[in-house]
Nanobody, 114 residues
Framework: QVRMVESGGGLVQAGGSLRLSCTAS????????MGWYRQAPGKVRELVAS???????NYGDSVKGRFTISRGNDKNTVYLQMNSLTPEDTGVYYC????????WGQGTQVTVSS
């Protein structure tokens, strides 16, 4: 049973930085795509960033130039470096991985205070 283990959320002031990490455990197979989504209160879940096994990345428009997604050497760990955070970045951040099926993490709260 693949389990997504997330860490790194928390409370930060506007302009600060946070780094999220997520590992797909209990599998020897590399995930094809890994990424981060977020959901703010009253809003739909949206793509933050994704990365494929060969390193191709995709970012949501609101985070381009501020966030960077990367994968670990094991290919089943993904990181999200978030810089220049604003209160609009507040939400629950979910890790997602895809290999034949889609796996979601339980979510980690990111709160940016003004």
């Amino acid at each position: 049973q693949v389990r997504m283990v997330e860490s790194g959320g928390g409370l930060v002031q506007a302009g600060g930085s946070l780094r999220l990490s997520c590992t797909a455990s209990a599998t020897i197979f590399s995930m094809n795509v890994m990424g981060w989504y977020r959901q703010a209160p009253g809003k739909v879940r949206e793509l933050v960033a994704s990365i494929t096994a060969d390193g191709s990345t995709n970012y949501g428009d609101s985070v381009k130039g501020r966030f960077t997604i990367s994968r670990g050497n094991d290919k089943n760990t993904v990181y999200l470096q978030m810089n220049s955070l604003t209160p609009e970045d507040t939400g629950v951040y979910y890790c997602k991985a895809v290999r034949a099926v889609t796996y979601w993490g339980q979510g980690t709260q990111v709160t940016v205070s003004s």
